[in-house]
Nanobody, 119 residues
Framework: QVQFVESGGGLVQPGGSLRLSCAAS????????MAWYRQAPGQQRELVAE???????NYAESVKGRFTISRGTAKSTVYLQMNSLVPEDTAVYYC?????????????WGQGTQVTVSS
């Protein structure tokens, strides 16, 4: 059973920082990449950042220069360091993985972790 468990969200003031963590299991851990997604109320889920096994990274334009994705020494963990947060970053954040370079993300989604940026 594939499972993603996200943590680290919370309420933060604009300009603040948060570090999200994700632990994955059941996926064998040779996934091609792991990624963070987010979904704001009334909006579609969007890709925030992705990191491949080779440590190549890809970021949404809206978070470039502010967010950093990294993988733990255990390949099944991934982190998202979020700095200079703005209210538009408010969303539920999820992690997921792609098994191959031409695959979509798995169909398994965790509960996510809520990030709220507000004064």
């Amino acid at each position: 059973q594939v499972q993603f468990v996200e943590s680290g969200g919370g309420l933060v003031q604009p300009g603040g920082s948060l570090r999200l963590s994700c632990a994955a299991s059941g996926i064998g851990f040779n996934a091609y990449s792991m990624a963070w997604y987010r979904q704001a109320p009334g909006q579609q889920r969007e890709l925030v950042a992705e990191i491949t096994g080779g440590r190549n990274t890809n970021y949404a334009e809206s978070v470039k220069g502010r967010f950093t994705i990294s993988r733990g020494t255990a390949k099944s963990t991934v982190y998202l360091q979020m700095n200079s947060l703005v209210p538009e970053d408010t969303a539920v954040y999820y992690c997921n993985a792609r098994l191959g370079p031409f695959d979509s993300e798995t169909g398994y989604w965790g509960q996510g972790t809520q990030v709220t940026v507000s004064s």
